[in-house]
């Protein structure tokens, strides 16, 4: 079956420490990779995405995530988090062929001073 | 540029009433679908279309329809709301099956 996978409900990083977020999938073939976020009471926003290529791709808002073909995840980095960061963050798979868009259950991320 | 825009942001209904929530894009996507999200749960697709004229159902379909007469609109339609369709509605867009999603602001809606 297909799926996405966010193994993180719920993530605490303090402001300037290093951030990461998994996401795995599977999938018969390489789809195509995104990243959200979602602040309190929006709608969700593209941070990045990855359709071939150099498989580190660097997104809005200084964020970057590198797929990994082997392990068949896509994770999302941040050097140095800021408070502004604090949201919901949802990995989303399109796989090639058909028109499903697929999305994890999220990860919520607070910032603490 | 507006996007994607859903109205209304807010709504209350008793359980048995029936409602259509509006969803509209600017941007000439073929594709459009409706999601509801829940707590634990993600998004959860409802319908999508793939241009006028063409719908389908996604992962949780009953108790909701949808139609695609043109390409800017694609209204959801609740026919006899139930306290378990108590959630945030997201419709969005994209150009086509693989292109990034456009998302509007949700409607929270709650059944009573």
């Known amino acids: 079956a297909q799926s996405v996978t966010q193994p993180d409900i719920h993530i605490t990083v303090s402001e300037g420490a290093s951030l990461e977020l998994r996401c795995n999938y599977s999938y018969g073939a390489t789809p195509y990779l995104f990243w959200y976020v979602q602040s309190p009471g929006q709608g969700l926003q593209l941070l990045l995405k990855y359709f071939s290529g150099d498989t580190l791709v660097q997104g809005i808002k200084g964020f970057e995530a590198e797929f990994k073909r082997s392990q068949s995840s896509f994770n999302l980095r941040k050097p140095s988090v800021h408070w502004s960061d604090a949201a919901e963050y949802f990995c989303a798979v399109a796989p090639n062929t058909g028109n499903q868009f697929y999305f994890g259950t999220g990860t919520s991320l607070t910032v603490i001073p | 540029n507006a996007g994607v825009t859903q109205t209304p942001k807010f709504q209350v209904l008793k359980t048995g009433q029936s409602m259509t929530l509006q969803c509209a894009q600017d941007m000439n996507h073929e594709y459009m679908s409706w999601y509801r999200q829940d707590p634990g749960m993600g998004l959860r697709l409802i319908h999508y279309?793939?241009?006028?004229?063409?719908?389908d159902q996604g992962e949780v379909p009953n108790g909701y329809n949808v139609s695609r007469s043109t390409t800017e609109d694609f209204p959801l339609r609740l026919l006899s709301a139930a306290p378990s369709q108590t959630s945030v509605y997201f419709c969005?867009?994209?150009?086509?099956?693989?292109?990034?999603?456009?998302f509007g602001d949700g409607t929270r809606l709650s059944i009573l």
């Open positions: 279309s793939v241009g006028a004229g063409i719908t």
């Open positions: 969005a867009s994209r150009l086509r099956g693989h292109q990034p999603q456009h």
